[in-house]
T-cell receptor, first 110, second 114 residues
Framework: QKEVEQNSGPLSVPEGAIASLNCTYSDRGSQSFFWYRQYSGKSPELIMF????GDKEDGRFTAQLNKASQYVSLLIRDSQPSDSATYLCAVSSTGNQFYFGTGTSLTVIP | EPEVTQTPSHQVTQMGQEVILRCVPI?????FYWYRQILGQKVEFLVS????????KSEIFDDQFSVERPDGSNFTLKIRSTKLEDSAMYFCASSDQGARQPQHFGDGTRLSIL
């Protein structure tokens, strides 16, 4: 059984702070890692994806991957109230499907 | 920006009836997916479709479910003999190079079984 684990939260950070979201996965064969944002009642929206160990930065977002530890994280710098949402970690391995975590609820407090 | 479109946005059906959920993937994408999200729960993979056939399916995707690409643009999910527990959001997604590439999601169809 391939599992993707996330702390469900809620995670609360003040506006302007760094939000750190974490995800672990069980399948060592996993190859691609994705972060999606989901507002209540809406569909998942792609934030970032990462394939290789290390960091990948896109604007205020940084994804970090450590395959040895089976760990992927998302950092959001200068958090804004509009970042308040549920963040979904998704992982794909050798097959043609994603496995999603349960998501971490983030609240940015003005 | 190209989008995945889904219709209807909300479907209400009596238990035992059949429903068809429709999706138009992004035009140059070759890989298509259906996911389900029960209220308050995680997004669950149902099925992936490539080259006019199912490439993978989950344990949820049993004989009650079927998918079809009836023409060059539509991708459908049929649910037969609906049950109360089929009530959920159903998301269609597409990608251009399979699950190693990001999947783009439609806005979803909220299915309510009465």
């Amino acid at each position: 059984q391939k599992e993707v684990e996330q702390n469900s939260g809620p995670l609360s950070v003040p506006e302007g702070a760094i939000a750190s979201l974490n995800c672990t996965y069980s399948d060592r064969g996993s190859q691609s890692f994705f972060w999606y944002r989901q507002y209540s009642g809406k569909s998942p929206e792609l934030i970032m994806f990462i394939y290789s160990n290390g960091d990948k930065e896109d604007g205020r977002f940084t994804a970090q991957l450590n395959k040895a530890s089976q760990y992927v994280s998302l950092l959001i710098r200068d958090s804004q109230p509009s970042d308040s949402a549920t963040y979904l970690c998704a992982v794909s391995s050798t097959g043609n499907q994603f496995y999603f975590g349960t998501g971490t609820s983030l609240t940015v407090i003005p | 920006e190209p989008e995945v479109t889904q219709t209807p946005s909300h479907q209400v059906t009596q238990m035992g009836q059949e429903v068809i959920l429709r999706c138009v993937p992004i035009s140059n994408h070759l890989y298509f997916y259906w996911y389900r999200q029960i209220l308050g729960q995680k997004v669950e993979f149902l099925v992936s479709f490539y080259n006019n056939e199912i490439s993978e399916k989950s344990e949820i995707f049993d004989d009650q479910f079927s998918v079809e690409r009836p023409d060059g643009s539509n991708f459908t999910l049929k649910i037969r003999s609906t049950k109360l527990e089929d009530s959920a959001m159903y998301f269609c997604a597409s990608s251009d190079q399979g699950a190693r590439q990001p999947q783009h999601f439609g806005d979803g169809t909220r299915l309510s079984i009465l």
